[in-house]
């Protein structure tokens, strides 16, 4: 689509240093490939527009800045990604932010997109190595997802915790590719809606989980082996 081939997915609110850096490790990553990547940002209203547009401009990337209403901040993070997605190019779609660093990756861009009809139906999930924890961490909070996975869900995510969502459903169809020699540092400094990581699992596994079971899976019977799911 446009000669994209991986559209970094990123809900912002004044990021500062974090973004500088984000964007620096990521491009100095991949070259020779930033014409095929994408950074789509969604931004606050009170958030300085310019300053993103000046360091989106020097990446040497495609992007496209989005500033829309904060919402709930932090408990609306999903409709900030499903907003993005819903103008992204990318064959893959990185559920990223605004705090990530590569820290190792021959290119990434080569690396991840090697993922490609692993499957015929190229219906699944990239999981990188996250914050040293290995490519395998069922808590993988950087999920990339194929755009034809995107295409029979019709959205990233329904929960505020799009990374659970996204990996529960894929660890149900059996469809996560791990890329071991792309590492990612996370820093998760700050949460804007004041939440730790361990109040959120349960907002998934409680409220989401039959719902996900009811409602999502179906749209994957073609290729889930119901047998054998998980607990």
């Given at each position: 689509?446009?000669?994209?081939?991986?559209?970094?997915?990123?809900?912002?609110h004044?990021?500062?240093?974090?973004?500088?850096?984000?964007?620096?490790?990521?491009?100095?990553?991949?070259?020779?490939?930033?014409?095929?990547?994408?950074?789509?940002?969604?931004?606050?209203?009170?958030?300085?527009?310019?300053?993103?547009?000046?360091?989106?401009?020097?990446?040497?990337?495609?992007?496209?800045?989005?500033?829309?209403?904060?919402?709930?901040?932090?408990?609306?993070?999903?409709?900030?990604?499903?907003?993005?997605?819903?103008?992204?190019?990318?064959?893959?779609?990185?559920?990223?932010?605004?705090?990530?660093?590569?820290?190792?990756?021959?290119?990434?861009?080569?690396?991840?997109?090697?993922?490609?009809?692993?499957?015929?139906?190229?219906?699944?999930?990239?999981?990188?190595?996250?914050?040293?924890?290995?490519?395998?961490?069922?808590?993988?909070?950087?999920?990339?997802?194929?755009?034809?996975?995107?295409?029979?869900?019709?959205?990233?995510?329904?929960?505020?915790?799009?990374?659970?969502?996204?990996?529960f459903?894929?660890?149900?169809?059996?469809?996560?590719?791990?890329?071991?020699?792309?590492?990612?540092l996370?820093?998760?400094t700050?949460?804007?809606?004041?939440?730790?990581?361990?109040?959120?699992?349960?907002?998934?596994?409680?409220?989401?989980?039959?719902?996900?079971?009811?409602?999502?899976?179906?749209?994957?019977?073609?290729?889930?082996?119901?047998?054998?799911?998980?607990?």
């Amino acid at each position: 689509m446009n000669g994209i081939k991986i559209s970094l997915l990123i809900p912002s609110h004044k990021a500062g240093s974090d973004f500088k850096r984000m964007l620096k490790s990521f491009s100095k990553t991949c070259e020779g490939r930033r014409h095929e990547v994408e950074i789509l940002v969604k931004i606050d209203p009170d958030d300085d527009r310019n300053f993103y547009a000046e360091r989106l401009t020097y990446s040497g990337f495609k992007w496209q800045i989005i500033q829309t209403p904060r919402l709930k901040g932090y408990n609306s993070l999903h409709i900030f990604y499903n907003d993005l997605a819903k103008i992204s190019s990318g064959d893959l779609l990185w559920v990223a932010s605004d705090d990530l660093f590569i820290t190792r990756a021959a290119n990434w861009v080569d690396s991840i997109w090697s993922t490609r009809n692993t499957f015929p139906d190229n219906v699944y999930v990239v999981h990188v190595d996250i914050d040293g924890k290995g490519a395998g961490s069922k808590n993988n909070v950087i999920p990339i997802m194929s755009r034809e996975m995107y295409n029979r869900l019709g959205h990233i995510s329904q929960s505020r915790a799009n990374d659970k969502y996204v990996n529960f459903i894929a660890s149900r169809i059996k469809r996560i590719v791990k890329v071991h020699d792309v590492a990612v540092l996370h820093r998760f400094t700050k949460l804007a809606g004041g939440l730790l990581p361990s109040q959120i699992v349960p907002f998934v596994r409680n409220d989401m989980k039959g719902q996900i079971k009811k409602n999502v899976l179906p749209l994957f019977k073609d290729i889930r082996d119901t047998s054998q799911d998980p607990d």
